[in-house]
């Protein structure tokens, strides 16, 4: 057996707590928008088509944003193929995906449906194969009231009201050469700027994502955000940061460790706007959105037919150890989060997604669907700064591996603690000794776990497998309380507190 000591006080704040670091992500890819979200005909679908069993998990999860509609996708489409009459819309080529694109569902059924999910839009706009232009007619569309022409067509669509939209995502993954209309980090800086400047112009009241590295290996890493930043620094509120994992050596103990390597990314971005901030002598701060971000790797190399509409395309099926992980990113942008103001799981459903679906059939709860439903549901607030003493591990690619990883949320109210852990150990029970030190009168209220299983083990349509369960309450002497943490073990521990 092992053990740790976590302490924690009122005024070691990190940060309130952005709800949209729980946004999530639909593109149009694989089965996401079409036997996803939306399904006409499907028994439990709403007269708009939406699936109410998937809305009914989604709102488990209450997901505050949701990124659309990609992706790569975006890069290549024309958004004004999404609107209007459905039976006069262009079926297309989607050659991100090598897909077949209905455009049954567009921009206005989106925001329709965000409504019914309880969720707000984050829009990315096109800046691959087209540009500023397209991008502030697509705003004036969304979001101004009326007697423009932009505007007056929606109204003309059906939708009256404006949208709303605040907040958009200057194109997507534009350092990638995968992206149709890829650039190099001075022409996307230069058309990112100058994109901005017009959205704005048109709605004052938006704020920008401008697009930093598809990921932390990329070879312009570092050189592409600086750059970026300082051609449009001003204009954009935020930088992105897209973060996938895999395990594909099967080097468990290494897989568990790459959140280590999420903090790094972030803390590295971090330093990269701070930078050009002083670099420009601006008052102004950038902030982060990791706005892609999960495992992928299991559905790699899985064969569809091409040009179909909505073939099985990235359907992860998750296991026990992708929940942890998912718990240790998830850890990891809460401890972020006074920079990481938005992040995106992505995705939502059925593209490498905690929820997945059957055509015309049942709705089921992946894996990593109950971390991601816990750190949404408790964590919110603001974010308390764990001093967390704990052993150390070694694994194939990072030393000194916290064996113990933790993050801390007060409710908003005060009353709540929320203490999220994962133990990395695989085989010893971990005893924290937390210690809550300016906090009164401490009552352990929940801890729920989820330990025990095999690490392959995965839940599918006709079995949940891997599900959170109850352990022991921890008892208080004073203002300390002994938790036992299983061996690889995703732990949430709440309290009340004075
Ligand atoms: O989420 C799947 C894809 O991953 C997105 O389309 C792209 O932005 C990223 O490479």
Known sequence: MKKSKITLAREFKISDIDKRIYGSFVEHLGRAVYGGIFEPGHPTADKNGFRQDVIDLIRQIDVPIVRYPGGNFVSGYNWEDGVGPVDKRPKKLELAWGTLEPNEFGTNEFADWCKAANTAPMMAVNLGTRGPEEARNLVEYCNHKGGSYWSDLRRSHGWENPHDIKLWCLGNEMDGDWQMGHKTAVEYGRVANEAAKIMKWTDPSIELVLCGSSARTMKTFGEWEATTLELAYDKVNYISLHQYFNNNDNDSKNFLAHSVRLD???KTVICICD??????????????????????????????????????????????????????????????????????????????????????????????????????????????????????????????VPDIDACATLSEDGTEITLFAVNRDFEEDNIVTLNLTDFEDPQAIEHITMCGYDLKAENTADSQTVVPKSAPLPVFDGKKAEIKLAPLSWNVVRFKVK
């Not at 296991?319 to 401890?335: P, R, Y």
């Not at 995705?347 to 089921?364: H, K, Y």
């Open 275 to 400: 930078y050009i901030k002083g670099k420009l002598h601006s008052k102004h701060t950038v902030n982060l959105s990791v706005d892609e971000w999960n495992v992928w790797y299991h559905s790699n190399g899985a064969k569809f037919e091409k040009w179909s509409k909505a073939p099985h395309l990235l359907e992860d099926v998750y296991n026990f150890e992708d929940a942890l992980l998912v718990g240790l990113m998830l850890i990891t942008l809460i401890n972020n989060s006074d920079r990481v103001k938005v992040a995106c799981m992505a995705q939502l459903v059925n593209v490498i997604a905690p929820i997945m679906t059957e055509d015309s059939g049942r709705a089921w709860a992946q894996t990593i669907f109950y971390p991601f439903m816990h750190a949404s549901k408790y964590g919110r607030g603001s974010a308390l700064r764990p001093v967390i003493d704990t052993t150390k591990h070694d694994t194939r690619e990072y030393n000194d």
């Open 264 to 266: 790094d990314y972030i």
